[in-house]
T-cell receptor
Framework: GQNIDQPTEMTATEGAIVQINCTYQTSGFNGLFWYQQHAGEAPTFLSYNVLDGLEEKGRFSSFLSRSKGYSYLLLKELQMKDSASYLCAVGHSSASKIIFGSGTRLSIRP | SAVISQKPSRDICQRGTSLTIQCQVDSQVTMMFWYRQQPGQSLTLIATANQGSEATYESGFVIDKFPISRPNLTFSTLTVSNMSPEDSSIYLC???????????FGPGTRLTVL
């Protein structure tokens, strides 16, 4: 089966840095995804990691350690528009499907 | 990415009725999926819509309740049958486009069952 854990809620200050952690246990691992979802909207793809290490994409970076079953999403220079839910998801190798964690609701304060 | 549309965008339905949701993609895709997102919750995979064969359902979801069609590589439907208030949710379709299985989502259908 699959088990994905991430914090339910986080708060951070505009201009600061925040790290959202995700741990997972899964069979047939085929990559770790991060999605952003604003209230009332569909999820949008942020990042994909399949190898260990850090992937940087502008203000957002994502890290993966497959041996530890651990990932994090790092958001720098936070803006008010970054207030959203961030969903950690694991790809399943044999079925091309993605299983989502419960999501982390991030609130940015001025 | 692809342009994905869903119809209807929202609906209010009576208990015991059925609603069919359509998902249209602007290009041919191999993988299409249907998710449910209940209020304040994350996404739960209902099934993988397979072109030319029966859908593959996740644990807890059955074909009689959520029949799915996938007549071609650009279109799929999900029917929510014999609805109850517990079916009130957002239903989203997604498509997988690349070898990495990255999925892109449609705008969702917000369903309220009275």
């Amino acid at each position: 089966g699959q088990n994905i854990d991430q914090p339910t809620e986080m708060t951070a200050t505009e201009g600061a840095i925040v790290q959202i952690n995700c741990t997972y246990q899964t069979s047939g691992f085929n990559g770790l995804f991060w999605y952003q979802q604003h209230a009332g909207e569909a999820p949008t793809f942020l990042s994909y990691n399949v190898l260990d290490g850090l992937e940087e994409k502008g203000r957002f970076s994502s890290f993966l350690s497959r041996s530890k079953g651990y990932s994090y999403l790092l958001l720098k220079e936070l803006q008010m528009k970054d207030s959203a839910s961030y969903l950690c998801a694991v790809g399943h190798s044999s079925a091309s499907k993605i299983i989502f964690g419960s999501g982390t609701r991030l609130s940015i304060r001025p | 990415s692809a342009v994905i549309s869903q119809k209807p965008s929202r609906d209010i339905c009576q208990r015991g009725t059925s609603l069919t949701i359509q998902c249209q993609v602007d290009s041919q895709v191999t993988m299409m999926f249907w998710y449910r997102q209940q209020p304040g919750q994350s996404l739960t995979l209902i099934a993988t819509a397979n072109q030319g064969s029966e859908a593959t359902y996740e644990s807890g979801f059955v074909i009689d309740k959520f029949p799915i069609s996938r007549p071609n590589l650009t279109f799929s439907t999900l029917t929510v049958s014999n609805m109850s208030p517990e079916d009130s949710s957002i239903y989203l379709c997604s498509v997988g486009l690349a070898v990495t299985d990255t999925q892109y989502f449609g705008p969702g259908t917000r369903l309220t069952v009275l």
